[in-house]
């Protein structure tokens, strides 16, 4: 079991420029989720998905997209990077709503 | 949601017990105690939740308040790999979401 697993590791983009980072996990989970971390700061919720063609906005929706094609994977996309969103991405899943979540190794992205 | 609040940092020696409180005053009672942690440069990962009982596993104990206006993660023998960021969140009963604070640091000395 991989568990979840996150794509790529690091990236540094321009502004302006678009990306797509990828979520996948292993354990057959309904739920999957999108988190920021900001430099001293807790976790903040961007998407969720309570299933298999489904998503829903948390926290700090803005400027993201995501789509859920396949229970296994979860993408969130930048389609114009700006320098705010300059963070450490962190994926989870969760078997329902209340079992606990399962995060990825992160994503830090930089955007210059 | 209702809020948590706790201490910015704490520090602790190898092999002791460490008691990390966490104040939730507003908090309902639909309100899960869930407790996550994050070492460095990883993911949170989970540690414990409870309602209104304590609540032990492998990793740790829980303790909460009679009134459920505080609680506290107590990890009875502090390892070196236990250096990490504490998390005490509120979850509704059927909430997906998970709203992390500051947490507190803890730094546990040789």
């Known amino acids: 079991n991989a568990g979840v697993t996150q794509t790529p590791k690091f990236r540094v983009l321009k502004t302006g420029q678009s990306m797509t980072l990828l979520c996948a996990q292993d354990?057959?989970?309904?739920?999957m989720y999108w988190y920021r971390q900001d430099p001293g700061m807790g976790l903040r919720l961007i998407h969720y998905?309570?299933?298999?063609?489904?998503?829903a906005k948390g926290e700090v929706p803005d400027g993201y997209n995501v789509s859920r094609l396949k229970k296994q994977n979860f993408l969130l996309g930048l389609e114009s990077a700006a320098p705010s969103q300059t963070s450490v991405y962190f994926c989870a899943s969760s078997y329902s709503s209340w079992d606990e979540q399962f995060f990825g190794p992160g994503t830090r992205l930089t955007v210059l | 949601d209702a809020k948590t609040t706790q201490p910015n940092s704490m520090e602790s020696n190898e092999e002791e017990p460490v008691h990390l409180p966490c104040n939730h005053s507003t908090i309902s009672g639909t309100d899960y105690i869930h407790w996550y942690r994050q070492l460095p440069s990883q993911g949170p990962e989970y540690v414990i939740h409870g309602l209104t009982s304590n609540v032990n596993n492998r990793m740790a104990s829980l303790a909460i308040a009679e009134d459920r206006k505080s609680s506290t993660l107590i990890l009875h023998r502090a390892t070196l790999r236990d250096a990490a960021v504490y998390y005490c969140?509120?979850?509704?009963?059927?909430?997906?979401?998970?709203?992390f604070g500051e947490g507190t640091q803890l730094t546990v000395n040789p």
């Open positions: 354990m057959n989970h309904e739920y």
């Open positions: 998905s309570v299933g298999e063609g489904t998503t």
């Open positions: 969140i509120l979850r509704v009963t059927s909430g997906s979401r998970l709203t």
